[in-house]
């Protein structure tokens, strides 16, 4: 089955412990992205890469690190989690930047930062 | 900056009636992509519908239509014939149609419309 996959779905963690939310798709896109949705703001668009080895800043990159060695898998990295980083987290992909069908979702990362 | 704005953070319909969840956006493109997602409670995000700018012609799929007012930077999502598995949030979502080095494959959120189906 084509499908972006998350990991973990929850995560609770301190405030300072680095951590790691996986994001892996099984259709051969090119495109990844990452959005954290928060109440009242919609998505937002944290990091993107067009391909491998290629990544960007998006909207709200302020905290996160991100990398793409392969282009199956695109790691979003907090190395210092903040309160202000709790947020419900999703990795997206599409065959190639700019496609008029829109982009697959993972299942969503419900990250709470104490 | 572009902008999408859902003004209706909560909205409520009849099973079987018919409702209506507006977005309206702004840009100085001529061309782009619009976007409605669902997002039920079990947080997948679905695609329901896409238009493309340059058609004039409205989508339409099953149930879901939307009205399209380009000079009014409008994008209006109706669901006809309401279901209980209708209950969720509807995101409106923007993006630029790719040329150039300006267009980065973002999609721009509204804040979001939850729609909630009583029967």
């Known amino acids: 089955e084509a499908q972006v996959t998350q990991n973990p779905r929850y995560l609770i963690t301190v405030t300072g412990k680095k951590l790691t939310v996986t994001c892996s798709q099984n259709?051969?896109?090119?495109?990844m992205s990452w959005y954290r949705q928060d109440p009242g703001l919609g998505l937002r668009q944290i990091y993107y890469s067009m391909n491998v080895e290629v990544t960007d800043k998006g909207d709200v990159p302020e905290g996160y690190k991100v990398s793409r060695k392969e282009k199956r898998n695109f790691p979003l990295i907090l190395e210092s989690p903040s309160p202000n980083q709790t947020s419900l987290y999703f990795c997206?992909?599409?065959?190639?930047?700019?496609?008029?069908?829109?982009?697959?979702f993972g299942s969503g990362t419900r990250l709470t930062v104490v | 900056a572009q902008t999408v704005t859902q003004s209706q953070p909560e909205m409520s319909v009849q099973e079987a009636e018919t409702v209506t969840l507006s977005c309206t956006y702004d840009?100085?493109?001529?061309?782009?992509?619009l976007f409605w997602y669902k997002q039920p409670p079990s947080r997948q995000m679905i695609l329901v519908i896409r238009?493309?700018?340059?058609?004039?012609q409205n989508a339409t799929e099953n149930r879901f239509s939307v009205n399209f007012q380009k000079a009014a930077k409008s994008f209006s999502l109706k669901i006809s014939d309401s279901q209980l598995g209708d209950t969720a949030m509807y995101f409106c979502a923007f993006m630029n149609r790719p040329y150039g080095s300006s267009n980065t494959g973002k999609l721009i959120f509204g804040q979001g419309t939850t729609l909630q189906v009583k029967p």
């Open positions: 840009t100085s493109e001529n061309n782009y992509y």
């Open positions: 238009q493309e700018a340059y058609k004039q």
């Open positions: 997206a992909s599409s065959l190639f930047y700019g496609v008029n069908y829109g982009y697959t």
């Open positions: 259709m051969n896109h090119e495109y």
